[in-house]
């Protein structure tokens, strides 16, 4: 059996190591258009911060390491131009030699992922406009950031990988201004708590500018200056684009492949696609939301790789699952740990529920202990059943398990009741005696 697949980040390789583990007599060769292979996309920030000093630290497996360990022909620096279902064939074009050439399969994997969307603003492709995705663009940021005329930087973005990178450049003293269209910036969660983090990153010297978009980015060979459509002109040295991603999903729509929420491949929970012997895992396929039942395309390394374990196992012979997604994300801004599981009140309502909220000031441990401190929790039920649709946590300590105990909770469809019930682990320098999970729970009975 030949095993081609498509793209080598987190869930293609994933699904080819797999893939080998399950069917060892299955041959497997691997298409990546870039160089790098196997690395952790989520650490390209601390890499460029020097948090995370060596590249070398965020590569997982280079091509020749992944070969030898799995027994898979490594194709890096290969891009796949083509697949033809019919013919069960792809065309690649050898990036490095310029040549071009077909490869059969008997089963094929597309883990093409997603990438950083470009807006056309003019001006966007002056000199030290960046976006950030492979470790390919994180040397361009770290060649850029180390130049010492380099002082100013702008993120137009404030979701998730634009706070990230506001606290990474800050951390190489930069001066930071975040540019952000909606009111606030992590549309992740509520606004009372992005208000939070807004402050506390004003705390750490980022300036911003909510509300605004960019009209231009003005400058001679470089760009020097980022238009705001109020008039404003900010001087800048370094503009970061972050304003989202998009599934990589044209060469599977050009096959034929059913195409879902925001042109992301539709799969079912085996991540088979609408067509015979062809799967898709990773950034570039739709989920489902677990919660509302509605499909959800949310892009997370750790959706990326258990996808494609699925698919990989599935595609030599295997029968694995994957149930769906709750969007559990959690991220580092400065000092503050913000994380959101569930669902939202809109998306609630959507689906048929009827939804209230409610937000404690929790306690992270008890107040005679040494580093005691209080962080926001919000949690979403449904008024009918009690039942926790969603929950949000914004602080410098205890957020990351309560949102790990809550995204539990969801996932066992468990009520108001039930986070009061839970028997959670108490002691001073951990939690309190009525845990922020069981407080949470008792307001909303
Ligand atoms: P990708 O990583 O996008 O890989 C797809 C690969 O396919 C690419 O290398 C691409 O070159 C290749 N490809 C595409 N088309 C072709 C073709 N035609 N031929 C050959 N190759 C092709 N997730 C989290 O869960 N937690 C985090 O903290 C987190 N932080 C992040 C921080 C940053 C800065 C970034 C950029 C991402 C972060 N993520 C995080 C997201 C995570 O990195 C992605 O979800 C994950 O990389 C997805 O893996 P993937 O393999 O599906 O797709």
Known sequence: MKLIVIGGVASGTSAAARATRVNPDVEVTLYEKDDDISYSGC?????ISGVIDERSSLIINTPEKFSDKYG?????????TKIDPEKKEIHY????????????????????GAKPIMPPIPGIDLKNIVSLRTVNHADRHRRITTNSEVNKVTIVGGGLIGME????????????????????ILSLINSELSEKVENHCRENGVKFFLGQGVTEFKGKDKVEKVILDSGKEIETDMVLIAIGIRPVSKLAKEAGIELGVQDSIKVNGRMETNLDDIWACGDCVQSVNLVSGHPAWVPLGSTANKQGRVAGENAVGGNNFHRGILGTGITKVFDYIVATTGIKEDEAKAAG??????TIKAPNHAGYYPGFEYFSLRGIFDKETGRILGAEGV???????????????????????????????????YSVPKDPVAILGMLAK
């Open 43 to 47: 650490g390209l920030p601390y890499y």
């Open 72 to 80: 898979i022909t490594m194709k890096a620096s290969h891009e796949v």
């Open 93 to 112: 074009k050898d990036l490095v030699n310029d040549e071009e050439g077909t490869d059969s399969y008997d089963k094929l994997i597309i883990s093409t």
């Open 165 to 184: 990178m506001a606290e990474a450049y800050a951390e190489l003293g930069l001066e930071v201004t975040v540019v952000e269209k909606s009111e606030h």
């Open 353 to 358: 529920f009827d939804p209230f909220s409610i």
């Open 395 to 429: 602080g410098r300590s205890g957020v990351d398990k309560r949102i790990d105990v809550l995204a539990t909770a969801i996932y066992a469809e468990q009520t108001a009741d039930d986070l009061f019930q839970i028997d959670l682990g108490y002691a001073p320098p």
